[in-house]
């Protein structure tokens, strides 16, 4: 697999302390005084604000933030290369959309974030109204994150976040504009995609070109199309109608939403008919946003184009089951065994396995042992299983369980990624324990007992409430 814009997984044993930790509120009396102002700010920071400086200088607006009143919305250089922007197109962008692109991340008042609160609109310098959304503790401006809140300075507040604030015409310009630091992120097999497909029935290009119109736009970047067996342009040009067809229509949403704005209980449906189903987890300063267990790349979603937003993926939306992960275990006559298992260890009364995976609420990756790996393992009958502790089949099920929907397009090669189940580490503390993903050469998993990795037979299998993974032998922590 192709190295691109990846996100690192992130230690989901540490949730907890950290959203806690975030849910905290600062009043305006708990800043620190500033002998800087807004512009200073980013003058100062060459490594990540040299773009916006660039963006600032270049629109005259330099003296206005180092001045006045202010709440200063602020994209990182990481961020505006995401968003498709590099130094060379904030050169070349014409003077008017250059100050547009700055005053929409301007806010007249000074605004400490005791008044980032509710759902509102933020009106910018530019006259456009930014919406900010608030679930639970957490607040989303265009749907992203505020990434760095403790920004006071002399003549207002700066917020960090993770987009920038800049609409083009359309979906399709959108498309167009986009500039990315790697051929494998940028959108020139998508737009072939939607050239091949509008050979169809319905005209792609004219109908994500329309200003008017409101989508939501799922759009898998170059790397997604090679990993997904389109290795180049005229591959994608080659490619049956009907089936650019269905993969255009899996990936689009009528009505515009932004990350933020996704129901993590009720999919949104697809143009093809396909649930997409949405996973929201925050560990820190970055959401990440799962959708069918494909993340929107930070930074790269919410990107709007006329009354529709883009959220880039790196892979496929895979199609997804009517079923919960505990109705296709249970269907499956490979999983017999494993089903068993889950009505074991869940006698050990610590986790109740089966409404797990049962539960609609719930979002759960699961490694399925199919028969002929419990077997190997030393279970060669469902009663072997139901004979032997339930504490001990609890501790096995712990290590085949993720929290939350984890694509392994979503880990870097030989990343690792926590379970459910906890152990002492070397300094006496109870961490999660891992496992060890590979893609190279396919889906491989690795407990670190395990000698050799183990092949994912059936991968991303997509329900109704999580991940299911289907493997051939257990592993061991």
Do not use: W
């Not at 003549?155 to 920038?164: E, K, Q, R």
């Not at 604030?165 to 051929?183: D, G, H, N, P």
């Not at 820190?284 to 930074?299: E, H, M, Q, V, W």
Request: net charge neutral.
């Amino acid at each position: 697999m192709k190295m691109r814009l990846k996100l690192g997984m992130v230690v989901i044993g540490s949730v907890i302390c950290f959203m806690t930790f975030s849910c905290k509120k600062v009043s305006s009396f708990k800043y620190p005084p500033s002998s800087v102002s807004l512009y200073e700010m980013i003058a100062e920071d060459d490594n990540n604000f040299s773009f916006f400086k660039l963006a600032v200088d270049r629109s005259g607006l330099g003296a206005e933030l180092s001045g006045g009143n202010y709440t200063l919305l602020a994209p990182t250089n990481a961020v505006f290369s995401r968003a498709g922007f590099n130094a060379g197109m904030l050169q070349e962008l014409s003077l008017d959309s250059l100050t547009l692109l700055v005053k929409n991340h301007i806010i007249s008042g000074a605004m400490d974030e005791t008044a980032l609160t509710g759902t509102q609109e933020l009106t910018a310098l530019s006259g456009t109204k930014i919406p900010l959304q608030q679930l639970g503790n957490q607040t989303y401006i265009a749907g992203a994150d505020i990434t760095n809140g403790d920004n006071k300075a002399t003549n207002g507040f700066m917020y960090v976040i993770n987009t920038v604030l800049f609409k083009r015409k359309s979906i399709v310009e959108r498309l167009r504009s986009y500039v990315a630091a790697t051929t494998d992120a940028q959108f020139t097999y998508v737009l072939e995609a939607l050239k091949r497909a509008s050979a169809g029935g319905v005209d792609y290009l004219a109908l994500l070109d329309d200003p008017a119109a409101a989508y939501t736009f799922f759009a898998p970047n170059n790397g997604a199309f090679i990993d997904g067996g389109y290795p180049t342009l005229a591959s994608v040009t080659a490619a049956p109608v009907n089936r650019m067809d269905e993969l255009i229509k899996r990936h689009l949403v009528d009505g515009k939403k932004y990350t933020s704005g996704f129901d993590t209980l009720q999919p949104a449906m697809s143009r093809s008919g396909a649930p997409v189903y949405a996973d929201r987890l925050k560990p820190g300063a970055n959401t990440y946003n799962y959708f069918n267990s494909i993340n929107a790349i930070s930074g790269a979603a919410n990107m709007e184009g006329g009354s529709s937003v883009i959220h880039t993926v790196n892979g496929f939306l895979p199609l997804a089951t009517d079923q919960t992960t505990g109705e296709r275990i249970a269907q499956d006559t490979s999983l017999t065994f494993f089903y068993a298992a889950l009505q074991r260890g869940s006698e050990a009364g610590e986790l109740n396995f089966v409404q797990m995976v049962a539960d609609a609420a719930a979002s759960y990756t699961v490694f399925a042992v199919n028969n002929n790996g419990f077997r190997s393992a030393g279970y060669p009958s469902i009663a072997s299983i139901n004979d032997q502790d339930p504490k001990v089949i609890s501790d096995i099920l712990r290590l085949h369980f993720l929290n939350k929907r984890v694509n392994n397009i979503n880990i870097e090669e030989n990343g690792k990624t926590p379970t459910l189940l906890y152990a002492l580490n070397v300094n006496n503390e109870m961490k999660p324990v891992n496992l060890t993903v590979s893609s190279a050469g396919g889906y491989k998993v690795k407990g670190d007992s395990n000698v050799n990795t183990i092949p994912v037979m059936s991968a991303n299998i997509v329900t109704t409430n999580g991940l299911l993974n289907i493997i051939g032998e257990v592993l061991t922590p």
